[in-house]
């Protein structure tokens, strides 16, 4: 039964390289303590406004960062991204992915965690480029959504506006970089456990130290 009383709040953006890397840990944490906390994930808004910009304006930094991630959290960052990365020209924008974690939120809040990973996988592995409506559509259906409603939404201006709380909520928990994770009880103090990628048996002596401070 999940206690209501606790919550594990993740706080990532779908255009991090670290929190792809994070991805793997957030899953068999939420398998892991699913039954003991409302797991739920906020989009940080990483890149919005003047920030937006094709991808090759970042590609030497994201070319640095890329044999740290892999071999630090054992991710692979597929060949189609890799030729993103070099062609240079996709548009890199915060606002649309997190557009769509309100809608999947609407519909299966509890899995937002499972929605998350997936659409950094689509972004990593596959190349997916989140301003194409299209790229949406397998990965709500696997949840069990119809593709063509979740497109809909994803234009409406309510779930834009869902997107943005969540990137205020961000900042009032005063988050400068992603990965975060905390843990918030029901007296609304918060835990920090994430400040960046950690592993996961890290995770856990955290997680697990959090609840002896709270359950004593």
């Not at 499972?114 to 949840?143: H, M, R, T, W």
């Amino acid at each position: 039964m999940v206690n209501n009383k606790l919550a594990f709040v993740y706080v990532y953006d779908a255009l991090c390289g670290w929190c792809y890397g994070f991805s793997p840990v957030m899953t068999k944490l939420y398998e892991r303590y699913k039954n003991q906390f409302n797991f739920e994930v906020l989009s940080g808004g990483m890149i919005l406004g003047d920030r937006v910009k094709p991808i090759g304006a970042s590609a030497d930094l994201i070319q640095i960062h890329i044999p740290r991630i892999e071999e630090t959290a054992g991710v692979t960052f597929g060949q189609p991204y890799l030729d993103i990365l070099k062609e240079g020209t996709q548009v890199q924008n915060s606002e649309k992915p997190s557009i769509a974690l309100a809608v999947f939120k609407s519909y299966h809040p509890e899995q937002a965690v499972l929605f998350a990973a997936d659409l950094q996988k689509a972004k990593y592995l596959n190349g997916a480029d989140f301003e194409q409506d299209e790229i949406y559509v397998p990965i709500a259906e696997k949840f069990g959504i119809r593709g063509s409603e979740f497109i809909a939404k994803l234009h409406d201006e309510k779930f834009k506006q869902d997107a943005y709380y969540d990137f205020a909520l961000s900042k009032q928990l005063q988050v400068t970089g992603y990965p975060a994770a905390f843990i918030k009880t029901g007296d609304l103090n918060f835990y920090m456990v994430a400040k960046g990628y950690a592993d996961y048996d890290t995770m856990v002596l955290r997680v697990e130290n959090v609840l002896k401070q709270v359950s004593a």
